[in-house]
């Protein structure tokens, strides 16, 4: 099988969250199976050159119909990590990728709208015919509906579209001009409900909308957050489009990368270990306070936070974690940037204001290199969001002897069993702390537990460690579904 995924990010060259990480993972766990992956993604101008090997021009002057006339490419190949890439460089004034920044300009939406032509023209030209073409989040929404309404008339007729979102709270929401840019063209046609129409906005196109309307199959990731979007507000609108294409709609788990995020390997932690020799965990530990100034006593627990400090990870809950976990007499280490200045303006007062405390640091800002560190030094993990399609954080912390105490929402509540209040697992299958609403009182339920158990019963804490660490979130079982799809649709 030949798959050809098509994203505006791919780890570690282009990260800006879990979409980044997905793209990659998957496309290493299908080579391992051995399925023939490319991806195509925009050039940008800040992306992580140096994690390219062998770059090199694969397409010169690649014509991309645009506004009646043409806008030139370039395509450059290049190798990341042993991913095969394609980088599209257009040569335009508009300047589309070379702007220093991945997202947040005012045209976002044209200049995805372009990519995703240029992405199938390069497929076109260059003769390649996958299975199956994969595509992700709004900015590659278009490719399904251009594909099918356009490219199956010129030679791409037998491709096949998975299309996975990642995150329903940004749709691509554009206007008229996109279709006159593409060639799309016919205004009456498009702006219907049943197509790329916006389902509360007359006079706007969305392209998440048509992602979903023109794919072969469509999947969110994770089977809890793929209930969500079609029977709560977490789509963001779109439910009514999810309920009539419900027939290809579904969940797959995310996974992680278990080279990247293993405590038997990581590089970029002082003490391996493993669940067949957790003293080294405790080691890290030591080392953890050590580099953040944090007071040396065994008697504490140590809670951590990492993440994006926004509304979406539940921001003050965050807040309140940190001084519940002083209250309750333990430590906390929090790593996160913010995505909003009043957020971060908060958070900087808070910073300032516990400075001297020798039980708490928090890092504001995005450090790779120390999140393992805090993975494989903290006790417990706080993950607190309004809203989760997978979330890796809990899944990392299990992988490091961490113990979750999340939200029962999204991908959180297909990872993370409730020690006390399970009744679905059995005791000796259970592996966090799970709470359901959004006020200070449940979060602090859920905490007290986890905080009580490491205090009173530590060889029972030590238990539900070991049980955590048992749980495989590798890219195993996600890969065997994609698969599964990919096959599928290929026959349909």
């Not at 030591?286 to 936070?305: M, S, T, V, Y």
């Not at 460690?465 to 079982?477: A, I, R």
């Amino acid at each position: 099988m030949y798959i050809v995924q098509i994203a505006s990010e791919c780890a570690p060259v282009i990260k800006a969250g879990g979409l980044g990480d997905v793209v990659y993972g998957l496309s290493r766990e299908l080579e391992i199976r051995g399925v023939g992956v490319e991806i195509i993604l925009p050039k940008y101008d800040c992306m992580r050159y140096d994690q390219i090997w062998g770059l090199h021009e694969a397409y010169h002057n690649l014509e991309v119909p645009w506004y009646g006339a043409a806008i030139y490419c370039d395509v450059l190949c290049g190798w990341v990590h042993g991913r095969l890439c394609f980088f599209i460089d257009p040569h335009s004034d508009d300047l589309f990728f070379n702007r220093g920044c991945y997202y947040g300009c005012k045209d976002d939406n044209m200049r995805f709208a372009f990519f995703s032509k240029a992405a199938l023209e390069f497929i076109l030209r260059t003769n390649k015919r996958p299975d199956i073409i994969h595509c992700h989040d709004w900015q590659t929404g278009l490719v399904p509906v251009l594909l099918y309404e356009m490219y199956k008339y010129h030679g791409l007729d037998n491709q096949r579209v998975c299309y996975t979102i990642h995150n329903f709270k940004h749709q691509g929401i554009g206007g008229v001009d996109i279709l006159w840019a593409t060639g799309l063209n016919r205004e009456s046609y498009y702006f219907e409900y049943d197509r790329l129409q916006d389902n509360f906005n007359p006079f706007a196109l969305n392209l998440m909308k048509g992602g979903i309307v023109y794919s072969n199959f469509v999947n969110t990731v994770s089977p809890h957050h793929a209930w969500e979007a079609r029977y709560s507000d977490i789509s963001y609108g779109l439910g009514h489009t999810l309920e009539l294409h419900n027939y290809k709609f579904g969940g797959v788990l995310n996974g992680i990368d278990c080279d990247v995020w293993n405590p038997e390997v990581d590089r970029f932690i002082p003490y391996h270990y493993s669940s067949k020799n957790l003293k080294n965990k405790a080691k890290n530990k030591q080392a953890l306070r050590e580099q953040l100034w944090l007071a040396h006593d065994e008697k504490k627990p140590l809670i951590a936070f990492i993440g994006r400090l926004d509304d979406q990870k539940g921001v003050h809950l965050v807040h309140h974690a940190i001084y519940y976990a002083l209250h309750r007499g333990g430590q906390f280490v929090l790593l996160g940037s913010a995505t909003e200045q009043g957020i971060n303006d908060w958070f900087w007062h808070e910073k300032l204001f516990l400075n001297e405390n020798a039980d708490c640091h928090l890092e504001l800002g995005f450090n790779e290199e120390l999140s393992h560190l805090i993975y494989a030094g903290a006790d417990m993990i706080v993950v607190p969001s309004n809203y989760e399609p997978c979330g890796l954080t809990q899944m990392i912390g299990l992988k490091y002897g961490t113990v979750p105490i999340v939200r029962g929402v999204g991908g959180l509540q297909n990872t993370v069993f409730d020690r006390d209040y399970d009744q679905d697992k059995p005791l000796e299958e259970r592996n966090g702390y799970v709470f359901y609403q959004t006020d200070y009182s449940a979060l602090e339920s859920a905490m007290d537990r986890a905080i009580g158990l490491w205090y009173e019963y530590p060889q029972e804490f030590q238990k539900l460690v070991l049980q955590g660490m048992t749980y495989d979130y590798s890219w195993k079982n996600p890969g065997s579904q994609y698969l599964g799809l990919y096959d599928y649709i290929r026959h349909k």
